[in-house]
């Protein structure tokens, strides 16, 4: 799967890259450099080899890209980002936006679009230019990829919860029937009274309830090595494709570990006695989706 992030230079491109999936916190983007022509980065998800390429907006690389415009093919899923904050940018953006269009229609391609309205947010910006620019920007942007039926979101970095969200959806995108299941997950985890995280193999949070432990997609650094080590664990010792795993202290404190098909893990951390009944069908409940869920992965992925 290939996403394309693309705009004017100093739009947020990178920074948005950095948050969700390099663990960068918003204040240390503002340190950035702008992108010297074009990077590529590669992030499993879900089992899957995800290609997401930052398209650096200067000048003067806007002009190869479009003398040279292979580089844009193949694109899945095209994310054109907005600066709210720079509303004087606008008709050159959307100049850029409409060349790239043109493109992706000679060449009979139709990537899906996600349309960022980046920025949105008060940091070192007037709310009342900010409110104004967004009548601004809709007002230009929402016609040109009409023929694509664009999603829009408003985004920010600032804004880490939503802006996860948006990004696990879009690279979801590839197993619609698997957002209900998520959706379900999501509600289940508010009502039982452990703490619960369900993320890939890799890493990637798909949801939580526990304050802290994910920066972006990734999920904590120990945690994360936990999950990678019982997986090898499950293929090396058990020849598995699934497996469980489970550490006791002597306080009381527990936390269980399955692995489903090799893709998904569920970590559950719970105290002695902090469980009710109804917590443990629930939970016992949302084991089995989980179990379904990765079947359903790996169904796809053979496909
Ligand atoms: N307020 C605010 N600032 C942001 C946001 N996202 C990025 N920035 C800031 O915008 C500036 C430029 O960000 P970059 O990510 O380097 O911009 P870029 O689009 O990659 O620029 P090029 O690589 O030159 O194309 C940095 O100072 C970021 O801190 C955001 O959501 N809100
Ligand atoms: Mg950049």
């Known amino acids: 799967m290939k996403i394309s992030l693309i705009g004017l230079s100093g ?26 022509l074009y990077e590529t980065r590669r992030h499993p998800f879900l089992g899957l080899e995800i290609s997401i390429f930052d398209f650096g ?30 509303p004087n940018s606008f ?45 601004k920007a809709r007002e230009i942007f929402s016609d040109i990829f009409k023929d694509y039926k664009p999603q829009t979101f408003l985004t920010s970095i600032y ?27 999501e509600k289940h985890l508010r009502e039982i009274n452990a703490r619960i995280i369900i993320s890939d193999i890799s890493g990637n949070v798909l949801v939580h309830n526990v304050q802290g432990v994910s920066s972006g997609l990734s999920l904590r650094a120990d945690l994360r090595d936990f999950i990678s080590s019982c997986n090898v664990i499950r293929e090396n010792v058990f ?20 692995i489903f098909k090799y893709i998904l893990a569920v970590l559950i ?24 869920f990765s079947d359903i992965i790996v169904s796809i992925h053979s496909e």
Not at 61 to 82: N, Q
């Open 57 to 86: 907006g200067q000048d003067q690389y806007i002009k190869e890209y479009l003398d040279k415009p292979k580089i844009f093919m193949g694109t899945d899923v095209l994310i054109p980002v907005v600066d709210l904050h720079d």
């Open 239 to 258: 020849l598995s494709d699934s497996a469980e795993f489970k550490g006791n202290s002597e306080e009381g404190k527990e936390l269980q570990l399955y």
């Open 11 to 36: 739009c947020g491109k990178t920074s948005l890259y950095s948050v969700i999936f390099a663990e960068k916190t918003p204040e240390e983007t503002k340190r950035l450099s702008p992108t010297i």
């Open 269 to 292: 951390m719970k105290s002695e006695g902090e469980l009710d009944p109804e917590s443990s069908e629930k939970i016992r409940v949302l084991l089995k989706d989980m179990k379904l």
């Open 159 to 185: 804004d880490q919860e939503n802006l996860t969200k948006i990004f696990r959806d879009i690279l979801m995108g590839s197993y619609s029937e698997l957002k209900g299941h998520i959706e379900k997950a």
């Open 91 to 135: 008709n050159k953006s959307k100049k850029y936006f409409e060349d790239v269009i043109k493109l992706y229609k000679e060449n009979y391609q139709k990537p899906k679009i996600c349309l960022f309205y980046h920025k949105y947010d008060t940091e070192d910006y007037q709310k009342e230019l900010l409110d104004t620019n967004i009548i």
